[in-house]
Each structure stands twice: as structure tokens, then as C-alpha cells.
């Protein structure tokens, strides 16, 4: 289910599919997205039909608005141009609602493991201990569950960070760099449990810096360089045979500016 | 300087022998001022964080507003409630005045705006932590308000040990709201005015001791608190 569209292929003006009552809404649509902050464009004119299944990775070098594409897909920003589409609907808070962000730097409540599990679950009107119990031990924080979460090492608060993600059993997951800085055996968990997700059917969003990680589990690869989208298409052909200089460049180690 | 010396051992000895009025006074004291330090925080905790977390046209007045309010005088205030409470006035039929219900409400819009203006600060601090998961979250106002007030809960009570700090210590206010009546309205402050205008420096000190112990014990527990929440990483 792979494609191998470069941008030339899927810029333009296609229309987005009619709206359904069953469209499927992991599958996103950005039409000339645009975002310019003090007269400096960070994201420009970005046109891309993503995937509704598999790991999505996000890739480029500092300042390609990697992380700035999330949050503008998540609706965290408003665009400066264009919009993002989910199973050709706007984004609003219904479809928002089905959506889980995990941020580079973890957001700990300052309350316990357990509680901050508990406060996602609470928000969607949910009380379930044993399905808190359950995100937990899925993500390997059952013995710290009465610990204050701020005292948890970074990889186990960005595990509690996935399972409060988990909790809402989102249909898309957007994870920013959440393995940033992380040792290699948090690294493996995270990256276990979040290719558990996709199994299951959630749409991974992921952005990283990290060729090794893509290698693992991208299915496909968008690859932006100053605010431009410049590949995207199957992990496979592009960490093999990159189109563009800037993503030779990158995928070979060298600076790009 | 002997008079001194003696006025302070029979203040001393009022208090270690827990004289009547002494106890009543101080009573009434904490019964006022903890009082309108709960329902000054009732108000000004929610409001506070509102303002915290909302951006909107004459937010920059808005906290002018609340820090120039921190500063109220209480005369100024207790000059208002007794207008609004006196006969004559607007609330006079409801017969408040000169009781400690209006003592509590001079007490209470005196110390909401330092609850107000002292809790935006503490929670817009941990909103600009939090605001992006509650975005992501798509929280309700309300739902981010009671998050950011519960996990600044040790952080607030700082902010609630100033609001009772001012209250507990002011005298102009209840001196006009309350009438400073003898086993009435008599709180410690206005005592205090009162036997030192009298002479009576014994009981007047030693009211000034207790408010002293009753300031530095409060302190002491809230700094305490708060040293274990730090503890815990839960401030």
C-alpha cells in the first residue's frame, strides 16, 4: 500500500474526497498548508495525501518544521494558508478527540503515575482503574503506579506519557521526537509499544531525526527541508534511493543547510 | 522600661493561663480571618486561573487592575461594605452590620484580589507547561481549571497563607464593619488598638503575642507542607 509520490506528483489543486459518514479519519490531507510567523514563512505550501494506516516518520534537518507540520496536523497551530483535511473533514475537536499527541518533552502532571493516567481517562468521562492497571503494565510502569510521576526517569515518563496517549484508544497517534535523548532500552520499549498501536490499527505519526529508527519502522517517510515537503513515499525506496540532493544529503550524514 | 517588663510578664501569664476573654478574642480572630481566607480563595482561585489560561482584549488592564487592588486600603474598604451595610444602605435591611458576617465580608474583598492576582501568576506559570497537552487533550475551560488549581495545590497555599496574613493582621476594616464590641466583635487587632489606646499594655500584648504565634505556626506548617510536596516533586 505503499506509494512513491514526489512532491510534483501530488502538489496541485485534486480536490479532497467527498465527505462520508465513513470516511476514514486517520487518513490526512494537507492542501497548501502554509504557516508564516513574523513575515518568515516555516511551513510552505505543503500538498500531501498520507497513508490512513502504518508509521508515518516525519524527517529532515533542524528548521525543516517537522515538529511545526504536527502540531499544524493536530491543530496545536493555526495555518497561516490552506488546511488539514482528516477523512476529507476539517479538523475540529470531534475528530481531534480521536486524536493522541506525545510531545518531545514529556508533560508530567504533578500528580502520581496512576493519576496521571487516570486524569486522560477522567477528561474522556471514563473511570476505569483496572484499565488504567492494564495501560500501565502495557507500558512497564505497574510497580511505580503510587510513585509521583516527576520523579520517573525521562524514558519512563515518556512511557507514561505514550500510556495516557494509549488511554483515549486513539485512531492517530502524533509523537514529536519522543525518543529524544532517550538510552537505546527505553528506546526498543517505546518503540515496541508504539509499533503495538499500529498493529492494532492506530495511524502513527512520527517524527525523528534518527536513520536507524526509520530503517525500523517506517512504513513511509515524508522528508521536509525549509518548511518544504521534498519526498515522500515508502520508507523502503526512500532510505534506498532518495530522490532529492537535500535527502541524499541527509540520509548520508552530511550537512545540509 | 519596668512597666515594660511587667506588662509583659502578665501578658505572658494571660496567656499560659488562657484567660476567657483572651481565648474569645482570638477565637473570633481565626474564626473572621479563616473564614474569609476560604471564600476569598472560593473566588479568587477560579478567577485567577481563568485570567490565567484566557486570552482576550484588556487582559493587560485586567491585571493592572488586579495588582493595583492588591493594595487596597483597608479603611477604604471597610468605609464601602459599612455604606453598603448601614441602614440606609443598599444591603442595610439585611441587618449586618456590627456582626462578624460583615467583618468576614470587608476581611473577604480585601484578600481576594492578593488571591486572584498571587494565583494567576502561580498557574500561569504551570498553564504555559501544561497548555499544549490540554490542547491536544481539548479540555474544557472548567477542566483546565480544576487541573491547574489541583496540581498548584502547595504552591496555592502560600497564596492562601498571604490572603490570611493580610486579613488576620488588618484593623481598619472590621474596626468599621465590626464596632470592635466586647464579646461580639472584638478580634485581636482591634483589641490590640484598643487596650494600648486604654493602657492596658498586658492583654494588649499578649495579644500581640498570639498574633505572633498564630503568624509564625501558620508559616511554619504551610512551609513545611510545601517542603515535602517539593519532596515528592508535587510543586
Known sequence: MHMRDTVSDIAGTRPPEPVSATADRRAATLRNLGLTIDGTPLVRDLNLALEPTGITMIMGPNGAGKSLLLKLMHGLIVPSSGEVLWGGQPLSNELRRVQSMVFQKPVVLRRSVAANVDFVLKARGIRDASRRDALLAHVGLSDHARQPARLLSGGEQQRLALARALATEPKVMLMDEPTASLDPASVLKIEEIVQDAQAKGTKILFVTHDLGQAGRLADDIVFMHKGRLHEYGSADLFLSRPETEEARNFLQGRIVV | ?235
Open chain 2, 1 to 235: 522600661m519596668q512597666d515594660f517588663g511587667e506588662a509583659f510578664r502578665l501578658a505572658l501569664s494571660l496567656v499560659l493561663s488562657g484567660d476567657a476573654d483572651l481565648v474569645e478574642i482570638v477565637a473570633l480572630s481565626l474564626r473572621v480571618s479563616l473564614t474569609a481566607t476560604g471564600v476569598a480563595c472560593l473566588i479568587g482561585l477560579p478567577l485567577g486561573a481563568l485570567v490565567a489560561i484566557t486570552r482576550f482584549r484588556g487582559r493587560n488592564a485586567v491585571l493592572i487592575l488586579f495588582n493595583a487592588l492588591m493594595g487596597l486600603p483597608p479603611v477604604v474598604v471597610g468605609l464601602l461594605v459599612y455604606l453598603h451595610l448601614s441602614r440606609a444602605g443598599p444591603l442595610g435591611f439585611l441587618g449586618l452590620l456590627y456582626t462578624p458576617t460583615a467583618m468576614i465580608i470587608a476581611q473577604t474583598i480585601l484578600i481576594t484580589p492578593i488571591v486572584m492576582a498571587l494565583s494567576r501568576q502561580v498557574l500561569e506559570d504551570l498553564h504555559a507547561e501544561y497548555a499544549e497537552q490540554f490542547r491536544s487533550l481539548v479540555l474544557s475551560r472548567r477542566q483546565q481549571v480544576a487541573a491547574l488549581i489541583w496540581d498548584a495545590r502547595f504552591s496555592l497555599l502560600t497564596v492562601g497563607l498571604a490572603g490570611f496574613g493580610r486579613a488576620v493582621a488588618e484593623v481598619g476594616a472590621v474596626m468599621i464593619v465590626g464596632g470592635n464590641i466586647d464579646h461580639l466583635t472584638r478580634v485581636m487587632t482591634t483589641a490590640i488598638a484598643l487596650e494600648t489606646s486604654k493602657g492596658d499594655l498586658a492583654l494588649a500584648l499578649g495579644l500581640g503575642l498570639v498574633l505572633m504565634v498564630i503568624a509564625l505556626g501558620v508559616n511554619a506548617m504551610v512551609q513545611s507542607l510545601r517542603m515535602t510536596a517539593v519532596r515528592h516533586a508535587y510543586a
